[in-house]
T-cell receptor, first 117, second 108 residues
Framework: DAGVIQSPRHEVTEMGQEVTLRCKPI?????LFWYRQTMMRGLELLIY????????DSGMPEDRFSAKMPNASFSTLKIQPSEPRDSAVYFC???????????????FGEGSRLTVL | GQSLEQPSEVTAVEGAIVQINCTYQ??????LSWYQQHDGGAPTFLSY??LDGLEETGRFSSFLSRSDSYGYLLLQELQMKDSASYFC?????????WGAGTKLIIKP
């Protein structure tokens, strides 16, 4: 069974450009999370969805960031316009947790390494 | 607020035992998880404690005391490949609250 799939793995862009990161969660998982990781700030939760509905987007840095989950098998994180301080590794993760089936396990994708020049 | 505290760095010798502690203060608690992350890689799940006590998985064990809001990860028979960052995370209302991570340095 394929794990969480993210694309692109690496993205180098110039300040002001739009960036779109993509994620395909594990089939059957009902929660999807977007994280950002940097040396300075560690692992930050940006937003998470339950059954395709955004539940908490309080971690989204500002209006330049937006995320969508149009269906159970696809999500995007968009940055427009991008800035150098957005440079980070962006992880998508998914889990199945409905009905109280909580085991603590999140399945992470390999991450998208973004560099904004 | 919600917070997890863990040491930023721990150094140990190959073949030895090391314990990484984690204390937490969160609203909502289902359990404590541990993740391993190698440089350049993604976090991968190691263990989960939903109840007090010790959980053992091979060379790794994890302990939880809910009354003390405390847990630890124990790594035995350390190998060089165990060099990585280790994160504790509290499962709270279906999302995870993360510690800042502990970098484990293993010396030959």
């Amino acid at each position: 069974d394929a794990g969480v799939i993210q694309s692109p793995r690496h993205e180098v862009t110039e300040m002001g450009q739009e960036v779109t990161l993509r994620c395909k969660p594990i089939s059957g998982h009902d929660y999807l999370f977007w994280y950002r990781q940097t040396m300075m700030r560690g692992l930050e939760l940006l937003i998470y969805f339950n059954n395709n509905v955004p539940i908490d987007d309080s971690g989204m840095p500002e209006d330049r960031f937006s995320a969508k989950m149009p269906n159970a098998s696809f999500s995007t994180l968009k940055i427009q316009p991008s800035e150098p301080r957005d440079s980070a590794v962006y992880f998508c993760a998914s889990r199945f947790a409905s009905g109280g089936a909580v085991t603590g396990e999140l399945f992470f994708g390999e991450g998208s390494r973004l560099t904004v020049l | 607020g919600q917070s997890l505290e863990q040491p930023s760095e721990v150094t140990a010798v190959e073949g030895a035992i090391v314990q990484i502690n984690c204390t937490y203060q969160t609203s909502g608690f289902y359990g404590l998880s541990w993740y391993q992350q190698h440089d350049g890689g993604a976090p991968t799940f190691l263990s989960y404690n939903g109840l007090d006590g010790l959980e053992e998985t091979g060379r790794f064990s994890s302990f939880l005391s809910r009354s003390d809001s405390y847990g630890y990860l124990l790594l035995q028979e350390l190998q060089m490949k165990d060099s990585a960052s280790y994160f504790c995370a509290v499962d709270s209302n279906y999302q995870l609250i993360w510690g800042a991570g502990t970098k484990l340095i293993i010396k030959p």
